[in-house]
């Protein structure tokens, strides 16, 4: 009988407590925060909780963050930072995995640390030996003032720079991908070889070369092998005849201009396009008289 009334009470206690915590109605003073990033060929993922300053002293001796000691960088439990491909962080290779990120904040520059930890609240149970990277950025002052704690990743040619600003103070750090290299060895190893056979996948090389700005007779080359594969793709002849431009051979372009025409003609209701075409064409005749 008294095992049945132990297992009542704290059956009773146990939706006591769950009511409170549906019911509790007051906002976390540091509410959790995330930010998802495709970066090229690689997803960033970061989860934190983000504090305010609400008029608060933040950095420094005796203040919130205090100088040359590890933070988390956040509120509440670690910040965690996931790749899902390798990366290079800080200069400095990082396989793919989940990751907590700690700072040594400093007036003049930061200490960024990568650990294998994600479970600890705050930093009281850091292990260093547990690092997979370490490396020091310089901190300055933000162009405007951030309330709360904030990341940001910018996207800089299929890699980024995390951004981390908070009250006046802001710093940041490169985050590199495998992309350009993976599409590079795809270009070596399957397109100029002749082992892929989808026109689209040649076209976007064709596009990718393009937006890199390099390596321009490559791109050529590519692209006529798309159209080679498939003469009725519109990308890889619109790609063909920006290459042409750029390249300034502005007879070779109106004369592929002319062949997408005609194309789109036997088509039909493509006047939109052809329109654009025709202008395309105009533009670079105008090109030809300067």
Known sequence: ???????FCFVLLSLQLSAQEEEYPYPSLSPKGNISQVVG???????YERPSVRNRKIFGEGELVPWNKVWRTGAGYCTKINFNKPVIVGGQAIPAGNYSLFTIPNPVEWMVILNTDTTLYGSYDYDYKKDVARFSVSSYESPR?????TFDIELIN????????WANIQLHFDIETSTNEEIEKLIEEKLLTGLHKDSDIYA????FLIYQSKDFAL???LAEKAIELDEQNEWARNLKIRIYE???????AMEEINKTVDMLKEKGNRAREINQLEADYKRIM?????
């Open 246 to 252: 750029k390249l300034k051979l502005y007879d070779n």
């Open 158 to 165: 299929n890699n980024s720079k995390l951004y981390i600003s």
């Open 286 to 290: 105008s090109l030809t008289k300067l």
């Open 41 to 47: 060929n690689t997803l960033i993922e970061i989860d």
């Open 204 to 207: 976007g090389a064709v596009e």
């Open 1 to 7: 009988m008294k095992t049945q009334i132990l297992i």
């Open 145 to 149: 003032f951030y309330e709360t704690l």
């Open 219 to 221: 791109a050529l080359q």
